[in-house]
């Protein structure tokens, strides 16, 4: 157990513990519809449910919330599976609540004999009128008064397809003057003449969302239930069909949902970016989806990390993505090999004038300074190294450490150079700078008794292997898109990709390619990993994270 102190949830499973509920058993379960891919808010609920269980030696079951035909589709149940295990977490049982259609059909009939549910024949809008206000009861009609034997007769008939779609819907008689709206004899089934992903054109009628997931949660003798906020008010409802069916009494717990700033998180939002081309696919790296944070570069201890600093609330509120970037560039400061990258499609030759030509040499550098264990790597020098354009000025203001005519710096891990002549094309654009270097100012063997404040990085020319970088930057322009007035398709920042051509040294493309190294810095530019899009002619990087959060605040 960690030493920090336990969140609400935690006091309540200590307290079901103590009082000898459920002989001490916790199991939790991660219930997702499998209406598209997962994203960084369902990876909090992951890591809560899962985490929870493996602190209290329980099980979490993964459950697919698939009692809606029209929307779901095994693409998406491939996906969360393969997120879910990404994320490091295995399921004890892989559950869909369609297994539980029969039974939960049953507890719909139960309810009916009960005098507990009846069939409405009212249309959806005269439903909602009904419903009357908070402030004030609603309306009783006609059918409520409809006898047990011909509400399961019609209901009956409703599951053998005698009736269109919407003509009827069966609805719990719970309240109809209850405060809580919830409880206004709630609809718990509805006709619905559509192909399910799983069982096929078995069933007509699909049970609501209300009278699927508790349900489900007793069939799998689930002990604690955690949802988000919004199911609060659901919550009696919730109980009282366990109470009137006489289930498993799972315990529903509310959470805050995670909302992140300069992104959207409702799945009906992401879908509709990747349908309208906004992003690539699910998996384009400026989505907030598991599959496109792992595009990204993130790793899953990353996610883990940063979940677990987010803690769980009982209200609302909106996390800095700064704190996601932080957890990445900690863990890849320790981790992620330091290479060298110009990332310019021109970048400035310089050339060495008292470097013989044709002459090789191969330093070593250290991968990274954090972690001597990295060890070091090859390096090939020689006559004409490419360097940042914005590493040179012309006329550099005063404390400008970097190169200027006549100035000095060293070339990181190689030598001591020295700005001798600037060349300019025609138009009086800079082409190349003409240097000379201290052959007694070798990195690990400097006895030049030199001093220069800057080091920067380079590449060297006829070692250099071009690639194409993928600057990503924030999605969306506006810190909370989900709250403001304007359609979110219009707060898309226009400059959340750019693409930049560049020459990296190549020791960063043989290892990436072979696999073995995934996430690397590029020194003083930032994270970066290599993307699927790669081929042998042009590698592609993506960027992780830059080295420092950029970010005005
Ligand atoms: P959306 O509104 O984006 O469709 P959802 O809640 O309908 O999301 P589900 O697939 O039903 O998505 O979610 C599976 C589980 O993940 C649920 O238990 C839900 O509470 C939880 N979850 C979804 N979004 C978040 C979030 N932003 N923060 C925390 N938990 C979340
Ligand atoms: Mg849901
Ligand atoms: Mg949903």
């Given at each position: 157990?960690?030493?920090?102190?336990?969140n609400?949830?935690?006091?309540?499973?200590?307290?079901?513990?103590?009082?000898?509920?459920?002989?001490?058993?916790?199991?939790?379960?991660?219930?997702?519809?499998?209406?598209?891919?997962?994203?960084?808010?369902?990876?909090?609920?992951?890591?809560?449910?899962?985490?929870?269980?493996?602190?209290?030696?329980?099980?979490?079951?993964?459950?697919?919330?698939?009692?809606?035909?029209?929307?779901?589709?095994?693409?998406?149940?491939?996906?969360?599976?393969?997120?879910?295990?990404?994320?490091?977490?295995?399921?004890?049982?892989?559950?869909?609540?369609?297994?539980?259609?029969?039974?939960?059909?049953?507890?719909?009939?139960?309810?009916?004999?009960?005098?507990?549910?009846?069939?409405?024949?009212?249309?959806?809008?005269?439903?909602?009128?009904?419903?009357?206000?908070?402030?004030?009861?609603?309306?009783?009609?006609?059918?409520?008064?409809?006898?047990?034997?011909?509400?399961?007769?019609?209901?009956?008939?409703?599951?053998?397809?005698?009736?269109?779609?919407?003509?009827?819907v069966?609805?719990?008689?719970?309240?109809?003057?209850?405060?809580?709206?919830?409880?206004?004899?709630?609809?718990?089934?509805?006709?619905?003449?559509?192909?399910?992903?799983r069982?096929?054109?078995?069933w007509?009628?699909?049970?609501?969302?209300?009278?699927?997931?508790?349900?489900?949660?007793?069939?799998e003798?689930?002990?604690?239930?955690?949802?988000?906020?919004?199911?609060?008010?659901?919550?009696?409802?919730?109980?009282?069909?366990?109470?009137?069916?006489?289930?498993?009494?799972?315990?529903?717990?509310?959470?805050?949902?995670?909302?992140?700033?300069?992104?959207?998180?409702?799945?009906?939002?992401?879908?509709?970016?990747?349908?309208?081309?906004?992003?690539?696919?699910?998996?384009?790296?400026?989505?907030?989806?598991?599959?496109?944070?792992?595009?990204?570069?993130y790793?899953?201890?990353?996610?883990?990390?940063?979940?677990?600093?987010?803690?769980?609330?009982?209200r609302?509120?909106?996390?800095?993505?700064?704190?996601?970037?932080?957890?990445?560039?900690?863990?890849?400061?320790?981790?992620a090999?330091?290479?060298?990258?110009?990332?310019?499609?021109?970048?400035?030759?310089?050339?060495?004038?008292?470097?013989?030509?044709?002459?090789?040499?191969?330093?070593?550098?250290?991968?990274?300074?954090?972690?001597?264990?990295?060890?070091?790597?090859?390096?090939?020098?020689?006559?004409?190294?490419?360097?940042?354009?914005?590493?040179?000025?012309?006329?550099?203001?005063?404390?400008?450490?970097?190169?200027?005519?006549?100035?000095?710096?060293?070339?990181?891990?190689?030598?001591?150079?020295?700005?001798?002549?600037?060349?300019?094309?025609?138009?009086?654009?800079?082409?190349?700078?003409?240097?000379?270097?201290?052959?007694?100012?070798?990195?690990?063997?400097?006895?030049?008794?030199?001093?220069?404040?800057?080091?920067?990085?380079?590449v060297?020319?006829?070692?250099?292997?071009?690639?194409?970088v993928?600057?990503?930057?924030?999605?969306?322009?506006?810190?909370?898109?989900?709250?403001?007035?304007?359609?979110?398709?219009?707060?898309?920042?226009?400059?959340?990709?750019?693409?930049?051509?560049?020459?990296?040294?190549?020791?960063?493309?043989?290892?990436t390619?072979?696999?073995?190294?995934?996430?690397?810095?590029?020194?003083?530019?930032?994270?970066?990993?290599?993307?699927?899009?790669?081929?042998?002619?042009?590698?592609?990087?993506?960027?992780?994270?830059?080295?420092?959060?950029?970010?005005a605040?």
């Open positions: 157990r960690t030493e920090r102190s336990l609400f949830i935690e006091q309540i499973v200590d307290e079901d513990i103590a009082a000898g509920k459920n002989g001490g058993r916790v199991h939790t379960r991660f219930p997702p519809e499998p209406n598209g891919y997962l994203h960084i808010g369902h990876a909090k609920s992951i890591c809560l449910n899962f985490g929870l269980a493996d602190e209290y030696g329980g099980q979490t079951n993964l459950r697919f919330d698939d009692t809606n035909p029209v929307t779901e589709d095994t693409e998406y149940v491939d996906s969360i599976k393969n997120d879910v295990r990404w994320l490091g977490f295995d399921w004890e049982n892989e559950f869909y609540a369609s297994d539980y259609f029969e039974q939960i059909y049953q507890f719909a009939e139960t309810l009916i004999q009960k005098g507990l549910a009846y069939v409405d024949d009212s249309t959806a809008e005269e439903i909602s009128a009904q419903k009357g206000t908070p402030t004030e009861p609603g309306r009783l009609n006609q059918y409520r008064d409809r006898s047990v034997a011909e509400n399961l007769d019609l209901f009956r008939r409703m599951r053998a397809g005698d009736y269109p779609d919407s003509a009827k069966l609805r719990a008689k719970v309240d109809m003057a209850s405060p809580n709206m919830q409880l206004r004899d709630p609809i718990i089934y509805r006709i619905k003449h559509a192909h399910h992903h069982t096929g054109d078995a007509c009628i699909y049970p609501m969302y209300d009278f699927a997931h508790g349900q489900s949660d007793a069939i003798h689930i002990t604690h239930s955690l949802c988000t906020l919004e199911f609060e008010v659901h919550r009696p409802l919730y109980e009282w069909f366990i109470q009137q069916l006489e289930l498993f009494p799972s315990r529903q717990i509310e959470f805050a949902r995670l909302n992140l700033t300069y992104t959207v998180m409702s799945k009906r939002k992401l879908k509709q970016l990747v349908e309208e081309k906004h992003v690539s696919g699910w998996d384009d790296p400026r989505m907030p989806t598991i599959a496109g944070i792992r595009r990204r570069g790793t899953p201890a990353s996610i883990r990390e940063f979940c677990d600093r987010i803690g769980i609330a009982k609302d509120n909106l996390i800095d993505v700064g704190l996601l970037e932080f957890c990445i560039r900690e863990e890849l400061n320790r981790t090999p330091r290479l060298m990258a110009v990332l310019d499609e021109k970048p400035l030759k310089l050339v060495i004038t008292n470097y013989d030509l044709g002459r090789e040499e191969i330093m070593h550098i250290e991968n990274n300074p954090e972690d001597p264990s990295a060890g070091v790597r090859d390096v090939p020098f020689s006559r004409e190294v490419y360097i940042e354009r914005d590493d040179f000025m012309e006329n550099p203001p005063k404390k400008f450490f970097r190169l200027f005519p006549g100035g000095m710096v060293r070339l990181k891990g190689a030598y001591i150079i020295k700005c001798e002549e600037v060349v300019k094309d025609n138009a009086g654009e800079i082409i190349e700078l003409r240097c000379t270097y201290i052959p007694e100012s070798r990195s690990g063997s400097d006895t030049s008794g030199i001093n220069v404040k800057g080091t920067i990085h380079w060297s020319v006829p070692h250099a292997v071009e690639a194409e993928r600057l990503y930057d924030r999605l969306f322009s506006v810190e909370n898109p989900a709250a403001d007035e304007r359609d979110f398709k219009e707060l898309i920042n226009p400059n959340s990709l750019e693409t930049v051509r560049a020459f990296v040294e190549p020791a960063l493309v043989a290892a390619r072979s696999g073995s190294l995934t996430n690397v810095q590029f020194m003083r530019k930032g994270y970066f990993i290599l993307d699927a899009d790669s081929t042998d002619a042009l590698p592609v990087f993506n960027r992780t994270a830059t080295l420092k959060d950029g970010w605040k």
